[in-house]
């Protein structure tokens, strides 16, 4: 199992933060991604390992119009 | 020029440190003109823009005041950063009055360029009261200290061409025309409680008169009711320093900083530059918050044919600096220029329509069922030009064709439109009969909260049904997010002051997405400091969108990086640079609860405010139709096994539908309970005088209204 913005979900092998994203479907551009309390760039996010039992953040920066 | 009624000459002060230290008073029964002296009182405790708008509107309103009671003001102010040059976002003026369709104060904020002109002509503030028979045009001359009254026979009644025939008037040149202001509102006003101002500013790139809207809560109709015609300001002389600041280095070089970011960040981020907030519709779509159908679902596959990529490859123009107030490099007031339009009285004309904004596209476009680019910006244009609140507009429409749909209303109650979801033609025929005052236009004019009254009692409608589906809240209609997934935002809205505006707290990515406020208290937190922080935009004549729609760089690496607390020390720099004061991040928060506060108390006075007032209708919070709840099934039955120990495989739908109902209303009681102990008032939402007290608010005139409730 991983968390995902500490709420629990299924661990697959070998995921990245990419596919990560794509499964929650989180297309807005404009996030921060924590692995562990780690920032991970966005050009990283193709080969940026999620490993079993990480605790991911994806924060959505946006607060209205 | 006008035949001039009467005509007052004038000092005009000079502006230091972001004030001028005068306010304007005109009495239009009697043509009348006072000055006042703006105090160290009103500053210390109300800064500027809509606080000094509610000091003014509480002098002049008692609580038998209505909307159209001659002693209801409409009080304009642009506050002390009003008018500086050197940063993003700083012309907006703020309007207040007592609202037609609240019976409150209802506030609205505008771009376009009357505020900071208003100022730089010597007044901090303007006070429009009274009624006149004999329409008018008022004239203030900022240069030569001069403000006329002025007849307004013979000029158009819809904004575009009015403002552009007073543009041309007042301007000494076609050069001049830069400095000349107008307010309007259109024909559609004058028929229905929702209609709104447009504020101009002379585009000379484009050589049109352009407009942003101070569009909630009906002052077009009130300012027409009045007998005012249009405001004109005109002044010529705007300088990076006319507002005297104490610190113009500092000033020059936060806006250097920021307008490097907005350079190299806002292609990554949110592309304001090609499209303004309209860039969030197919994120609304896909994050499901995007009002489909009256709020029925969150988004729909057709949403693509109103993407952003449409609207920038076929309708908006691109690479014009598109600011409505100088300096604006966020520069998101897109156009569509050379609009050709297909219906009503200008069909054939080609015209820039202003916009469109998420708005815009979420409310006449998805929440009606309509999605078709160029109809959308049709309903725009005449919206606009008529003075139609196209939020209230959109909303309430959406309410009636529901109404139709559910076979509530008939189509020969609607005068035989076909108000069908996807009809826009019929929804354009309502607007011009709004502005002919004909046929259904009128009625539909009214707003959801008379409508709900009005169906019930002579269309024979579920009063029960009306209640859930008609998204109003204190009179006002929501604005266009669909956010019953966020129990946070559900307060955003019902929890204001005003009423369901996203302009006091947005909060749904932070709620629902990235559960950063799983708690009670945390959401009780967040509509706190937001509705606080934000107000303080009105507080000081700033536009909310450069503080967080593009951010720095390493905005990442802060604690708290939903505040963005680089922009927040941007702020409270920027205020101690124009004003000489020495605030922090704290000082500002408490500036702008000083005036919420006031607001509150503001309502109770007016015989609302409270508890009872604060409800929101089901629709906010939960699915009310089986269709809604089928259409996210999933979720919700979800739900009922994790939040409330059920299983849904054993619940009828109706069963499962009335269990998720009771659910949430608690939950929304249990929110309310929050957010209130948060904001220092009791269970029925009445501020204690001992918080009024804490915050330096406990003024004799507020602990007056507040006492029989305690």
């Known amino acids: 199992m991983i968390t995902v913005n500490t709420r629990e979900q299924a661990y697959q092998a070998g995921m990245t933060v990419r596919d990560l994203l794509d499964r929650n479907q989180f297309t807005f551009r404009h996030i921060i991604v924590r692995v562990n309390g780690e920032y991970v760039p966005e050009e990283q996010y193709d080969k940026a390992p999620v490993r079993d039992g990480d605790d991911v953040l994806v924060l959505h920066l946006m607060a209205g119009g | ?710």
């Open chain 2, 1 to 710: 020029m006008r035949q001039i009624l009467k005509e007052y000459t004038y000092t005009p002060a000079t502006i230091q440190r972001g004030y001028s230290g005068k306010s304007l008073y005109l009495n239009v029964s009697d043509l009348r003109m006072e000055e006042k002296v703006v105090t160290e009182f009103m500053k210390e405790k109300f800064i500027g823009g809509k606080g000094f708008d509610l000091w003014y509107l509480w002098q002049a309103v008692t609580p038998e005041t209505r909307w159209d009671s001659p002693e209801n003001e409409i009080v304009m102010s642009v506050g002390p950063l009003g008018g500086i040059t050197q940063y993003s976002g700083t012309g907006k003026t703020l309007v207040c009055a007592i609202s037609p369709m609240t019976g409150i104060p209802i506030d609205s904020n505008a771009g376009g360029y009357f505020g900071p002109l208003l100022k730089f002509s010597g007044w901090d503030a303007l006070e429009l009261q009274g009624k006149t028979e004999k329409e008018l045009v008022i004239f203030i001359d900022g240069n030569k200290g001069l403000i006329q009254f002025c007849d307004a026979e013979g000029l158009p009644e819809d904004s575009h061409l009015l403002a552009e025939e007073l543009t041309r008037n007042y301007a000494e040149s076609e050069e001049d025309q830069v400095n000349v202001s107008v307010v309007s509102s259109g024909s559609a006003a004058r028929n229905i409680l929702y209609g709104m101002l447009n504020f101009s500013f002379y585009d000379p790139r484009r050589k049109v008169v352009r407009f942003k809207q101070a569009a909630r809560g009906g002052l077009g109709t009130i300012m027409l009711d009045k007998g005012i015609k249009a405001l004109v300001v005109r002044y010529k002389g705007i300088k990076g320093n006319t507002n005297n600041p104490a610190d113009v280095a500092t000033l020059n070089r936060i806006g250097v900083k920021y307008h490097k970011e907005m350079h190299d960040l806002d292609e990554k981020q949110n592309g304001m530059r090609k499209i303004g907030t309209a860039n969030t519709i197919l994120v609304m779509n896909q994050y499901d918050l995007l009002p489909t159908r009256n709020f029925q679902t969150g988004g729909d596959p057709a949403a693509v044919n109103i993407s952003p990529k449409v609207f920038i490859e076929q309708y908006l123009t691109q690479g014009i600096h598109d600011g409505c107030w100088y300096g604006c490099t966020m520069s998101c007031a897109k156009t569509a220029d050379h609009f050709r339009l297909l219906t009503g009285p200008y069909a054939g004309a080609c015209v820039t329509v202003d916009g469109p904004e998420y708005e815009c596209v979420a409310g006449l476009g998805s929440n009606l069922g309509i999605f078709d680019p160029r109809a959308i910006l049709e309903e725009n244009f005449y919206c606009d030009t008529y003075g139609v609140d196209l939020i209230s507009f959109a909303t309430t429409v959406a309410f009636i064709m529901e109404c139709y749909q559910r076979g509530q209303i008939s189509r020969e109650q609607m005068g035989g439109l076909d108000l069908a979801f996807g009809n826009s033609d019929a929804v354009l025929e309502l607007l011009h009969q709004m502005a002919r005052g004909e046929g259904f236009g009128p009625i539909a004019g009214l707003g959801i909260r008379r409508l709900k009254k009005l169906f019930a009692e002579q269309f024979g409608s579920d009063p029960a049904l009306l209640q859930d589906i008609g998204m109003e809240n204190k009179g006002l209609e929501y604005s266009e997010y669909c956010h019953k997934e966020s129990l946070a935002q559900q307060g955003g809205f019902a929890l204001t002051n005003k009423g369901p505006q996203h302009d006091e707290a947005w909060l749904i990515f932070m709620d629902m997405v990235n559960n950063q406020i799983p708690t009670f208290e945390d959401k009780a937190y967040a509509l706190y400091y937001y509705p606080m922080f934000r107000t303080w935009f009105g507080l000081c004549g700033l536009c909310k969108l450069p503080w967080n729609d593009i951010v720095p760089a390493d905005n990442y690496k802060t604690e708290t990086p939903a505040k963005v607390p680089e922009h927040v020390q941007n702020y409270v720099d920027i205020f101690n640079a124009v004003t000489g004061k020495s605030i922090d991040k704290e000082e500002l928060i408490l500036q702008s609860e000083r005036v919420y506060q006031f607001q509150r108390v503001f309502n109770i006075r007016m015989g609302k405010g409270l508890r009872e007032h604060d409800y929101a209708p089901y629709r906010s919070l939960g699915p009310v139709s089986s269709e809604e709840y089928l259409s996210r099934q999933e979720l919700y039955d979800r739900q009922l096994r994790e939040k409330q120990g059920l299983d849904p495989a054993a619940m009828s739908l109706d069963e499962k539908i009335a269990t998720t109902r009771a659910y949430r209303e608690q939950q929304f009681e249990l929110l309310m309970d929050a957010v209130y102990k948060r904001r220092g008032w009791t269970e029925n939402g009445v501020p204690k005088p001992e918080h009024l007290r804490e915050i330096g608010m406990d003024l004799p005139m507020l602990l007056e209204v507040i006492e029989p409730h305690l």
